[in-house]
């Protein structure tokens, strides 16, 4: 785990599609993400032993070696032939590299009493080109050899028999067959995987099997009360649609031939409660729907209404195929039948009366809703989020003049699923004026309130912590949702490249994070008298120029602009670095405050040394800094780091 940290900062959190190993899981595994790369480890993979003896390599031991998140992967599993992953075993001496899903697997020395041969064989623990005996395939590592007879063979070839009884095509015997016959379609017809030289096959109804399937043959008949009241029977090779999920994507039903049942292997055990990160509330799963045209709220597709879908009780019109709700991203894994309510968000506040509620933050005193506040200008600001109020409703204190929350931000829940990390966190309120705390969501520094998580390692501030998904924003046409990308993709809003995007499944849209909570109107010194309303892009030639830096605007890219004045702003122009922070008072006490720059003399940052246009500057042991990068800039001087 340490080696790891050298390499990336990382959070603890949970995920799939490990970057250590290349594989995800059938569930939701705890596991750590780091934060500047998005690159996620299993938590088995993260605390790997550094070094390993191994029996494919017994004449050295093997280290344990991790890339940094910049480094490019080369090479391959010497044993499984798969590409290596940001983790891997590795021998310097000899070049010999295993992935982690290699090194974990059982081996099996000797195999005692071959069904295709008269002595046992034992594995030859070096890459060597041998040919098969019993299939006659030419291969190159790894054999399992006879020293009396100077034979070779792969290990599935040497625990094969001839033929079999095999319990899901009871009506004739299969035969072991070398090669694939040119007749079939080249795929086992139980998992679908393509067949290799060694299989399992009968000519009269051109039924075949992998090794796989072989040794671990599906139940012929079951008996599972909750997918039906009677027993199925397996039926492989027949086409049909499944009742439980209305595909027909595999041809192996179960089947209850009195009801006209059918139902694929993978939805017998369906789990019948469940939440997902794209619903606010529990939903259930119903063997059909009422009569309609319902859509899905994930894929918005067509659901079949006489087969089986997800259901929410509390909002009547929604609903899920059950392969969209409990797809990778989209469930936790987690069963929850016998909870009869969302037990996941609990609200912040207590009605009291219509209009007037006691906010956990503020319990002394109750808060009455305004509908429209009276102020337009930036002195109002929400404790919470900190933005200025404007003319937005807020609840305001009955007996202090300065406690004013959002609207929406008074109803922020207090425990909440967060929709980057899938963890739960805790509503913070404000803590000291002089901590600088940085959002891991959008990386800006700010007060307020913050989201925590239950492990203490993930900070969000409630702009980003509020966000959840599907995410709507008025740029666009289709609904939003959280992506990682290793490579990082590029922000329609400014250009900019992201790790962790909110995006589009219909098309190209990306927002990075910072951008999909820009607020959409804001008040500058330049322009008194009106607001400045966020303007996403425009698609003309003519050249605009900012109001305040006096540098070109790309009209491609979202900007800031009045319609009453005809000027424009840049983003970073009109809000700064610091619109999370309430501007105050310089004072000697304080150890990092920020501070309107409304003098007459515009200071100089020390970082950059150029004179500070932003609306908001940051003093900082009595230093004054124009934005974060010059922030984070003398911070490293400071420390030396």
Known sequence: MMILKKHYTLVKTRGLNCDGCNHGKDY???????MRSGLYFHKECAKSDLEICYVYHPQHSLHLKILAENEDVHGECKLCRGNLAKMYYYCSICDFAIDLICARKEVVVTIEGPKTHEHHVSLVPMIVTFTCHLCGRLDDRFPYACNLCGLNFHKDCAESTP???YSCHPKHLLKRLTH?????????????????????HC???????????QKNPPAFTLIHPKAHEHSLILMPQRSFTCSACGMDDDPNPYVCPQCNFMIHRNCIDIPRVIKIYRHDHLIHYNHCLDVGDWKCGICHKKINWTCGAYTCSECPDIAFHLRCATRFGIWDRIKLEGISKNTLETKSYEEIEKGVIKHFSHEEHTLKLKEESDSSDECMRCKACIYPIFSSPCYRCMECDDFILHEKCAYLPKKKIDSFYKTSTTLIPSFSIDEVIICDGCQNLFQGFRYLSDDKNIILDVRCGSISEPFFHESHPHLLYINYSTKGRFC??????????ISCEECEFVLDVKCSILPKTVKHKNDKDHFLSLCYGEKKSQQCWCEICEETINLENWFYSC????INFHIKCTLGDFLGFIPERETESSIINVILNNRITRPVCVACNSRCKYSNILKCFGKTLCSLQCFQQKIKEMFGL
């Open 203 to 213: 000519s009269v109804c051109n039924f075949s099997v992998d090794v796989n399937c």
């Open 492 to 501: 329609n809003a400014c250009g900019d490249k992201a790790k962790i995007v």
């Open 163 to 165: 033929e079999i009884n």
């Open 28 to 34: 939701y595994s705890i596991g750590y993400r780091c």
């Open 563 to 566: 319609d009453h004045c005809s």
């Open 180 to 200: 694939v016959p040119s007749y079939t379609d080249g795929k086992c017809c139980l998992c679908g995987s393509k067949l290799h030289n060694l299989l399992y």
